[in-house]
């Protein structure tokens, strides 16, 4: 009985190796999260350097300067003009997203 409790707790390669993964799964899953980090960067920087700067400019040019619109109603509409942005950058983020993940999900599929 005391041969069979110590062979069970001494730890074997059968479950240290079912724990590894194969060195090209690794580099695929290394790939696969520096692309979708690259991708959250990139609308990371999109969602706050482009509602801000449509903002101000829009602000600046469109509405007080070539439509002549009071400070007040520039404010307004340029307000309005960076929470649609907010709101596309939001849809381009999901669908590059969800097209990156579906790829993937194809060549997991096909290996």
């Known amino acids: ?24 799964i690794r580099t695929q899953n290394e790939g696969s999260l520096t692309s979708t980090l690259r991708t959250l960067l990139f609308f990371t920087a999109l969602m706050i350097t482009l509602p801000v700067g449509l903002y101000f400019s829009s602000k600046a040019y469109i509405f007080e300067g070539t439509l002549g619109m009071s400070d007040r109603d520039s404010y307004f509409y340029a307000a309005i003009v960076a929470v649609v942005t907010v709101h596309v950058v939001l849809a381009l983020f999901v669908y590059v997203a969800w097209n990156e993940g579906s790829r993937q999900w194809r060549e997991g599929k096909q290996d």
């Open 1 to 24: 009985f005391l041969n069979t409790v110590i062979f069970l707790l001494q730890p074997t390669n059968a479950y240290s190796n079912s724990l590894s993964l194969p060195n090209d």
